[in-house]
């Protein structure tokens, strides 16, 4: 495994889910972890446990990343706890309310569009100046397959993942004579809470597990490989990739359309 010795990670909704296995994976490579979680304390706080239990030094932090201010907190609990985070993994995110373009109102995609985007924006905008500073930095964006791939009655959540990825691009293009690369990885269908809400709401599955004989390879997509993708795409075996999106859902799906 490449050694992430000496870096700093901040990984938003670093608690469970995608985030976890991220947090698990960065950290069991060598760096140090600052995860921000919005409800779930304890999730969070079993994270950290799991990863200080290893010998990892890991923080959490609540902060809701709709509010700027609270983006700016974070940053500075981050800065004086561990340090200028070298990598940054925009995770946290929320899903809409899977209604149709017509009965959906502003203030669903505003919100929405705050989490998965404006958050990281303002993020990013924090940290990019530290990160020059730095002999390497990296920046990734978990997106989703719905940028290429929409789903119906899911309009703020495809809007708001595709206005990541082109945050991801653009700072790509911007930083990388400083050293910085940033990248997107877009997962299909994970076995997660917000997965197995998605498919029980859209096509009552009640156990998501039901799904594996239907699905590529034989199983459902595993967080854990999610967090491989992220783990490679930060370390020093990535030494030229940068605006690049990896789509993470095994070709597409067999018996079913939707994530």
Request: aromatic share 6%.
């Amino acid at each position: 495994m490449t050694s992430l010795h000496g870096r700093i990670a901040l990984v938003t909704g670093g608690g469970r889910g995608i985030g976890r296995s991220i947090s698990l994976a960065l950290g069991a490579a060598g760096s140090d972890i600052a995860l921000s979680y919005r409800r779930d304390e304890a999730a969070a706080h079993r994270t950290v446990n799991d990863l200080q239990q290893d010998g990892v030094r890991a923080y959490s932090y609540c902060a809701h990343l709709e509010v700027e201010s609270e983006c700016e907190s974070l940053i500075e609990q981050v800065n004086a706890d561990l340090g200028h985070p070298n990598i940054f993994v925009s995770n946290a995110g929320i899903a809409s309310r899977g209604l149709s373009v017509a009965e959906t109102n502003a203030t669903e995609v505003e919100k929405v569009m705050h989490v998965h985007a404006f958050a990281a924006h303002t993020i990013c905008r924090l940290l990019i100046p530290q990160m020059r500073r730095e002999d390497r930095a990296d920046i990734v964006m978990i997106s989703s397959a719905t940028t290429t791939d929409p789903i119906a009655n899911g309009a703020p959540y495809n809007m708001a993942k595709a206005a990541l990825e082109m945050l991801a691009y653009t700072i790509a293009k911007e930083e990388r004579d400083h050293g910085i690369r940033a990248n997107v990885v877009a997962p299909g269908l994970v076995d997660t809470e917000m997965g197995r809400r998605l498919m029980k709401a859209r096509a009552g599955v009640l156990d998501i597990e039901e799904l594996d004989d239907v699905s590529p390879f034989g199983h459902v997509c595993q967080p854990e490989e999610i967090a491989n993708l992220v783990r490679f795409l930060v370390s020093s075996e990535n030494s030229y990739m940068t605006g690049t999106r990896i789509l993470c859902n095994a070709g597409g799906t067999v018996d079913y359309d939707w994530y």
